[in-house]
């Protein structure tokens, strides 16, 4: 087989202070990123002036796109449009990647080529750098690989082990790596959605997989910030965030059984969410309708406590 050329995709709106050390980070790895692609989606701070001087410092190396503002998932996907790579990796420009990240995956997809994607570890860190914890340990799922792993730096999640995967995934888009065959064939980013669009891609990307490649150590930075969408309004996400995953539910007759039930979990969660947001929003009404459809949609002893502890407030 022969290496995997990974093609690196960064979109960028507004990320003049943080585009930098993205790139640099691609720029850093062990295993040679095959090209990056810089997709500045309508910026108006001074990102296409960062963005001209990583290119004249690296014109062999970066590539830059220039788009009217469409929103992140299309910028990622005329990034991936115009890549020339077998591999697709992704990464926001207030993220990083350390300097394992492609080769940890490029390895993997060498000793395992029947692997339908690949994904990893993370960290959450603050502003200043400082460590808030990995992903892996904090979602049901990913300690679940952990025990699975044994100590060892990879496992493979397979089709009977998606169900806790999708319903609460503890990867994310600066982690997954995607032949760019598949990308394409599934139509890329679903376009039109504010927040959780990259859970949708993942959906479907579960849908058609039945190994992935899963490296047990954090290969990538998640910067937690004040700027970002969700925190900027944690209503409005939430609010955003449901109606991509009734979105998603909308199509559950075309999914696996395992990949539907763990949609049907994290829509249950959502709307949990979005109703402890309301009721901290003195909207205890409105809690309780965004809420009782899990009493028919999920019904079960989980949703009747749930929807109690919204009516106590």
Avoid at 53 to 63: D, G, I, T
Wanted: charged share 20%.
């Amino acid at each position: 087989m022969s290496a995997p050329r990974f093609s690196v995709v960064i979109p960028v709106y507004n990320g003049a202070a943080f585009l930098a050390r993205a790139v640099d980070s691609v720029l850093a790895q062990t295993w040679p990123a095959h090209e990056i692609i810089v997709v500045d989606d309508g910026s108006t701070d001074a990102t296409p002036q960062v963005v001209a001087e990583l290119v004249a410092r690296h014109p062999e190396r970066v590539r830059a796109l220039h788009q009217a503002n469409a929103g992140v998932s299309a910028a990622r996907n005329t990034g991936a449009q115009a890549t020339s790579g077998d591999w697709l990796a992704f990464l926001d420009a207030d993220d990083w990647f350390y300097p394992d990240r492609l080769e940890a995956h490029a390895r993997f997809i060498l000793d395992e080529p029947g692997l339908d994607f690949l994904t990893a570890d993370y960290d959450y860190r603050r502003p200043d750098g400082s460590r808030i914890s990995g992903s892996m340990e904090l979602h049901d799922a990913g300690r679940a690989l952990l025990a699975k792993a044994a100590g060892h730096d990879r496992a493979i999640l397979t089709a009977d082990e998606l169900e806790p995967f999708v319903a609460d995934h503890f990867g994310d888009t600066h982690t997954l790596s995607v032949p760019r065959s598949t990308f394409l064939d599934l139509g890329g980013y679903p376009t039109g959605y504010r927040v959780c669009e990259d859970v949708f891609f993942l959906v479907r990307l579960c849908a058609r997989s039945t190994r992935i490649g899963v490296v047990c150590h954090p290969i990538a930075a998640y910067l937690i910030h004040d700027a970002s969408a969700t925190r900027r309004d944690p209503l409005r996400a939430q609010v955003d965030n449901v109606h991509t995953l009734e979105a998603m539910a909308h199509a559950l007759h075309a999914y696996p059984p395992q990949v539907a039930r763990g949609v049907r979990q994290r829509l249950a969660q959502g709307r949990m969410n979005l109703a402890y947001a309301l009721v901290r929003n003195g909207r205890r009404l409105d809690a309780c309708k965004a809420v009782l459809p899990n009493l028919w949609q999920a019904p079960g002893w989980g949703s009747l406590r749930g929807f109690a502890s919204i009516l106590r407030g």
